[in-house]
């Protein structure tokens, strides 16, 4: 969709589905286009996968809050602006949000819409009359940027080191917080995905929680039956890597992507770029973010159940992963 100079992209990140929806419908009037995420850190990786132009965002939210996301923000995406809306009305939080970066403050209940088009349209204002010194700003603020942002992204995006799901167990240890694994439930099949960002830099923690970002959408709809992306592991990283390759990031993610079964012992998996164990590394495939398009085969091979898998990457890191089916177990 191509939008006008009037026309902004803009994210919104609250996690109260009704106020998301009422203000979308809001900015949506305004001729604006919207998006939504409903935490701290899928509101992160929304930022890099639509490229906003504007970010409205809430305060208190779970994983991460938001006086951490408009730190990482402004640290991270200093061109950025955000706006904040609250229903937190003390000073010390109000003060504490304009102090970390955010342009503005407008407390919930909204009631007078107008005066959300004013404090937006006073936004984009400012940033142009601050083009003259716009571009010198952000590569002041990319040159003195450290790594506190990316270390409470990765906090706040670690799976849980055991997970109960509907028909597994899944535990696992990692040496290093980028070197993870994800865990989806497909109809009884456990698709696991198992990402290495050690070689992103400071941008690790940003293009791993897009990854994860983008794997809501094909679950939700393979959980409403109109999607079977996620049944095919090939499918999954050509999904991937087309998305991390347009967002511009300087992504080269090495990844693995397994599905296993809950009623036999065959597994059907795809690689790109992870050198362990042996029998994955022969299905090895171009590491993701590279090339726009990208094909990676699906692989099957049988594997006893419980599972115990173990990763090494290249500079050292280790993964271990032990799956057990319920159904299994239960006989």
Request: glycine share 6%; aromatic share 8%; net charge negative.
């Amino acid at each position: 969709m191509l939008y006008s100079e009037k026309q902004k992209k803009i994210l919104i990140i609250d996690d109260e589905p009704v106020f998301r929806a009422t203000l979308t419908a809001f900015l949506q009037q305004q001729g604006h286009l919207v998006y939504q995420a409903e935490n701290g850190v899928d509101g992160l990786a929304a930022v890099a996968v639509y490229h906003p132009e504007l970010v409205m965002c809430d305060l208190n939210m779970p994983r991460m809050d938001g006086h951490q996301v408009i730190q990482i923000i402004t640290q991270r995406f200093p061109e950025l602006p955000v706006i904040v809306v609250s229903g937190v009305s003390n000073l010390e939080a109000v003060t504490g949000a304009l102090r970390a970066g955010a342009r503005d403050y407008l407390m919930k209940p909204l009631r007078n819409w107008q005066l959300v088009a004013e404090a937006i349209d006073e936004v984009f204002t400012h940033l142009v009359e601050q083009d003259d010194v716009g571009e010198l700003n952000h590569h002041l603020h990319r040159l003195q940027r450290d790594d506190i942002a990316a270390t409470q992204l990765l906090q706040a995006m670690a799976p849980p080191r055991e997970q109960r799901l509907q028909n597994w167990q899944a535990r696992y240890q990692s040496s290093s917080p980028l070197l993870i694994p994800e865990f989806l439930e497909l109809n009884g099949q456990l698709l696991v995905i198992v990402m290495e960002l050690s070689f992103m830099g400071a941008d690790a923690a940003f293009i791993g929680a897009m990854i994860r970002f983008l794997l809501h959408g094909p679950y939700r709809q393979y959980q409403q039956g109109e999607s079977r992306l996620l049944a095919s592991p090939g499918n999954v990283l050509e999904y991937l890597n087309w998305n991390l390759y347009e967002s511009g990031l300087p992504a080269n993610v090495n990844m693995a992507v397994l599905l296993f079964s809950q009623h036999d012992e065959q597994i059907r998996f795809a690689n790109a770029g992870l050198s362990s164990p042996s029998w994955l590394q022969r299905a090895n495939g171009m590491p993701l973010g590279m090339l726009r398009q990208t094909d990676y085969p699906t692989f099957q091979r049988v594997l006893n159940k419980p599972c115990q898998l173990s990763f090494h990457s290249d500079n050292g890191d280790s993964l271990q992963i032990e799956l057990t089916s319920m159904l299994q177990r239960h006989h």
